[in-house]
C-alpha cells in the first residue's frame, strides 16, 4: 500500500514538460485509432499492406546488396507521398469530414440549417412501408450536417416537399428516375437519380448489393443517413456511420430514424407508418 502512495505522490510531481509530452502522445494515440477506424475492412488496408512490403523490399534489398533494385527502390520512395495521396484520397476525404462529427465546431458553421421535420419522417417511412410491401427498392439519402452538394448536383433537380405518394412514384419502375438515389434536405427532396460512392468494406454480407453497398458508402463519406428498401426480401433498411441495420416493421423502423436523427416524439401525434406493419 505504501508503494502506491509514493507512485501516486510522483504523478502529482509531474513537470509542464511531462504533461505536455502525455497530452502529445494521447494526442498522437487518438490520431492513430481514428486512422484505422476509417481504413478498416475497405482497400486501404491493401494499401498499407504493399506499402509494409515495399519497405520489407527497399530493406532486404540493401542488406543482400542488390544494388540495382535498391537503387531502383529508393527512386521510387520520391513519389510515394504524391502516390499515396492519389491511392488514399477517398479515405483522406474521409477523414477531414469526420472532423465535423467530432462536434468541434458550433453546429451553424457546419451544419446547412435544414431540420428535418416530424411529418417529412412519417412521409418517408409510409413511403418505405408501402415499397417493402410491394417490393420496389428504393435508395433515400437524408442529409444533415455535412453538404450533399456534390451528391445532388451529379442527379435531378427537384426541389418537391416530401411525400409518401412522390418518394414512391420516384422509385416506381416505369419512372426514368428510379435507378439512383433521392437526397433530401430539410423537408425538400432536393434531387433524385443521385449516384453515390460505393462501399469497399468486405466484411458487408453478399446478400447486399449495388443499392445497400450504396448506402453504406455514402454514410461513409458523411454524416449523411440512408434509409434503402430491398427489391429482393423486402426489407428496409437504415444506414448510418457505415452501418446498416435492417428492419421487419415500419413501427421498428420509424423509431430507429427518429432516434438517429435526435428528434423527440414526446408531444408528437400517432404516426401513419405505426400501422403500416
Known amino acids: ?36 477506424l476509417i481504413v478498416r475492412n475497405t482497400r486501404a488496408w491493401r494499401i498499407l499492406g504493399g506499402i509494409v512490403v515495399f519497405v520489407l523490399a527497399l530493406f532486404l534489398s540493401d542488406l543482400l546488396r542488390l544494388r540495382t533494385l535498391h537503387w531502383m527502390l529508393d527512386k521510387a520512395t520520391v513519389l510515394a507521398p504524391v502516390a499515396l495521396v492519389i491511392l488514399l484520397l477517398p479515405e483522406l476525404r474521409q477523414a477531414l469530414e469526420g472532423v465535423a462529427k467530432l462536434g468541434l ?3 451553424k458553421l457546419v451544419s446547412s440549417g435544414k431540420q428535418v421535420s416530424m411529418r417529412t419522417i412519417d412521409e418517408m417511412v409510409a413511403s418505405a412501408a408501402e415499397m417493402s410491401s410491394s417490393r420496389i427498392g428504393a435508395l433515400i439519402v437524408i442529409e444533415r450536417q455535412a453538404s450533399l452538394e456534390d451528391i445532388a448536383d451529379n442527379g435531378v433537380t427537384m426541389d418537391a416537399k416530401v411525400s409518401a405518394p412522390l418518394l414512391t412514384s420516384i422509385f416506381y419502375h416505369g419512372n426514368p428516375l ?7 434536405r430539410g423537408d425538400l427532396v432536393v434531387a433524385a437519380a443521385c449516384r453515390l460512392p460505393l462501399s469497399e468494406n468486405e466484411r458487408i454480407s453478399r446478400q447486399f448489393h449495388m443499392r445497400h453497398r450504396a448506402a453504406i458508402g455514402i454514410t461513409e463519406q458523411s454524416d449523411a443517413i440512408a434509409l434503402v428498401v430491398s427489391e429482393e426480401r423486402g426489407t428496409m433498411g437504415l444506414a448510418s456511420n457505415g452501418q446498416l441495420r435492417v428492419f421487419g416493421s415500419a413501427a421498428d423502423f420509424r423509431a430507429a430514424l427518429v432516434k438517429e436523427l435526435g428528434i423527440s416524439t414526446k408531444n408528437g401525434k400517432q404516426s401513419r407508418a405505426k400501422g403500416a406493419q
Do not use: C
Not at 505522490?9 to 502522445?25: A, K, N
Not at 428510379?178 to 433530401?184: L, P, S, T
Open 178 to 184: 428510379h435507378d439512383g438515389a433521392a437526397v433530401v
Open 105 to 107: 465546431w458550433p453546429s
Open 1 to 36: 500500500m505504501e508503494q502506491i502512495f509514493q507512485r501516486l505522490d510522483q504523478f502529482s510531481h509531474f513537470s509542464q514538460e511531462t504533461w505536455v509530452q502525455v497530452v502529445d502522445v494521447a494526442i498522437v494515440s487518438f490520431l492513430i485509432y481514428r486512422v484505422l
